[in-house]
C-alpha cells in the first residue's frame, strides 16, 4: 500500500532538502577556501625523493594510501606541485568533515552546542593542515562517516548502504595501518546486528585491501601497513622518560638521498623488538605511556602549535594567545558535554571506543609533538557526539531505518 504526500509535507521536504544541499555546498567551498592554502606533507615525503626516477610507487612499502600516489606522481610530474592531489583534497574533505557534524546539529536541535564547540574543531583542522598530509583528513571523514552509520542504521540496512559503507570502511583502513583494527570493530558490530547481509562490504575490504599486505609479507617481512611502526614505539618510549639511546636511529636512513625502505623496515623491526623486551621485562615501562599527565596535557589538550607548522608561540603573540584559550576552552567544553551525557544514552558507547581508541595508538606510537594532527580524526568523533541526539530526545525508529539519509550519501 502506498502513501501520496500531501503538498506541505512535500514542500517542507524540499525545502530541508535544498538546506541540506546548500549547507554542504557551503560547508565544501569553505573548507577549499579555509584549508587547501596550508601546506601540506606529500605521501612520499618521508621517502626522501622527490624528483624522478625515484618517486615511489605504491610497492614502496609506504604506509598508507599507496594508490593515491599513482594521481601525485601524474601531478608532480606535469606540474611540478602537489596542489589539487593534496591541498584541494585536503580541503574538499575538512569542508564535507564540518558539513556533517553541522548537519547533524542542526537536525537534532543542537546548534547552540555546535556554536560552544565548533571553533575549536576549526582550529584543529586548520593546524593539522599545516602541514598535515592529506590522510589526516580521510581518516577523520571516513570515521565519523563510519560512526554515522553504526548510530543511525538500523538492522534493516539496504544493499545501497552496505556499498557505502564498505566505500566508508576501505578509506578508513587505507588512511592509517590502525585503521584496520577500526574496520574489524565496525564490521563485527554490523555482523553481529544484521548478520550475512553486511558480507559484501567486507569482501569489498578485503579485496581491495589484500594485495597491499601481500606486498607488505614479500617485500618486508610484515604484514601490518607501515614500515615505521618500530620507530614510532621508540618516540613513544622516550617521551616517557626511557633511554632513547638504547634504540637505532632510524631517520638518519630516511635524510639520505638514496632512501633505502628495506633498510627502513629492518631498522625499525629492531626497534620494534627492543621495545617489546622491554613491556615483558619492565612492564611499568608500558604502563608509564599511559601516565594521566600524558593522557591529558599531550594529547587530551594536544598544543596545536606542533613543530611542522613552524609556528614558535611567544607570550606576547596575543593572536596565538586568543587561539590557544578559545582551542582549549571547546576541548573543555566537548568533553565536558560528552561525561554529562554519556550514562544517559546508550548509543554513546560507540563513540566512546572509537575515542578510546583513538587515544590508546597515539599514546603507543608518538612522542606527542604532532599530537594534534595524529588525534584530530578523535577528536572530530568528540564534537560529532556533542551534536548527537540529546537524551531526552525518542529514538525515531523510522530515522533509524532510512535507507540514504544525508549525512551517509
Given at each position: ?404 539519509s544525508a549525512h551517509t550519501s
Amino acid at each position: 500500500m502506498t502513501f501520496t504526500k500531501n503538498p506541505r509535507s512535500l514542500m517542507v521536504h524540499l525545502k530541508e532538502s535544498l538546506i541540506g544541499k546548500s549547507g554542504l555546498i557551503f560547508c565544501i567551498i569553505f573548507g577549499i577556501l579555509a584549508f587547501s592554502g596550508t601546506s601540506k606533507i606529500p605521501n612520499f615525503a618521508l621517502m626522501g625523493a622527490y624528483q624522478l626516477p625515484n618517486f615511489p610507487d605504491i610497492t614502496t612499502g609506504m604506509s598508507i594510501l599507496r594508490i593515491w600516489t599513482i594521481v601525485e606522481k601524474f601531478e608532480y610530474s606535469h606540474f611540478g606541485e602537489l596542489y589539487f592531489s593534496n591541498n584541494f583534497v585536503y580541503g574538499l574533505f575538512a569542508g564535507y568533515l564540518i558539513y556533517l557534524i553541522c548537519n547533524r546539529a542542526i537536525k537534532n536541535n543542537n546548534f547552540s552546542k555546535l556554536l560552544l564547540v565548533l571553533p575549536g574543531l576549526l582550529i584543529a583542522i586548520f593546524f593539522s593542515a599545516s602541514p598535515g598530509p592529506i590522510f589526516d583528513i580521510t581518516f577523520a571523514v571516513s570515521l565519523v562517516v563510519s560512526l554515522l552509520y553504526l548510530l543511525d542504521i538500523g538492522e534493516q540496512i539496504s544493499p545501497t548502504q552496505v556499498f557505502k559503507l564498505s566505500f566508508w570502511v576501505t578509506l578508513m583502513y587505507m588512511s592509517r595501518p590502525f585503521g584496520m583494527y577500526f574496520a574489524f570493530v565496525i564490521y563485527g558490530y554490523f555482523f553481529f546486528k544484521v548478520g550475512k547481509r553486511i558480507l559484501p562490504a567486507i569482501a569489498v575490504t578485503v579485496l581491495v585491501m589484500a594485495p597491499f599486505h601481500i606486498i607488505q609479507l614479500n617485500k618486508f617481512d610484515t604484514f601490518t601497513l607501515s614500515t615505521y611502526s618500530g620507530t614510532n614505539l621508540v618516540e613513544a618510549l622516550a617521551s616517557s622518560g626511557e633511554n632513547p639511546n638504547q634504540f637505532l636511529d632510524c631517520k638518519e636512513i630516511l635524510g639520505r638521498e638514496n632512501y633505502d625502505t628495506k633498510e627502513m623496515v629492518d631498522c625499525s623491526n629492531i626497534n620494534k623488538s627492543r621495545a617489546t623486551h622491554l613491556y615483558v621485562t619492565k612492564p611499568t615501562v608500558f604502563l608509564g605511556l599511559f601516565s594521566p599527565k600524558r593522557v591529558v596535557k599531550t594529547f587530551m589538550f594536544a598544543n596545536p602549535f606542533w613543530p611542522g607548522t613552524g609556528i614558535n608561540p611567544h607570550p606576547k603573540n596575543l593572536h596565538l594567545i586568543i587561539v590557544s584559550i578559545i582551542y582549549y576552552v571547546s576541548l573543555f567544553f566537548t568533553y565536558l558535554i560528552f561525561i554529562l551525557n554519556f550514562s544517559k544514552n546508550r548509543f554513546y558507547i560507540f563513540p566512546l571506543t572509537f575515542f578510546s581508541m583513538g587515544l590508546i595508538f597515539p599514546l603507543l606510537g608518538t612522542d606527542g609533538s604532532e599530537a594534534i594532527r595524529i588525534f584530530m580524526p578523535f577528536i572530530a568523533v568528540a564534537y560529532l557526539t556533542v551534536t548527537n541526539k540529546q537524551p531526552n530526545q525518542s529514538l525515531d525508529a523510522q530515522a533509524l531505518n532510512q535507507p540514504d539519509s544525508a549525512h551517509t550519501s
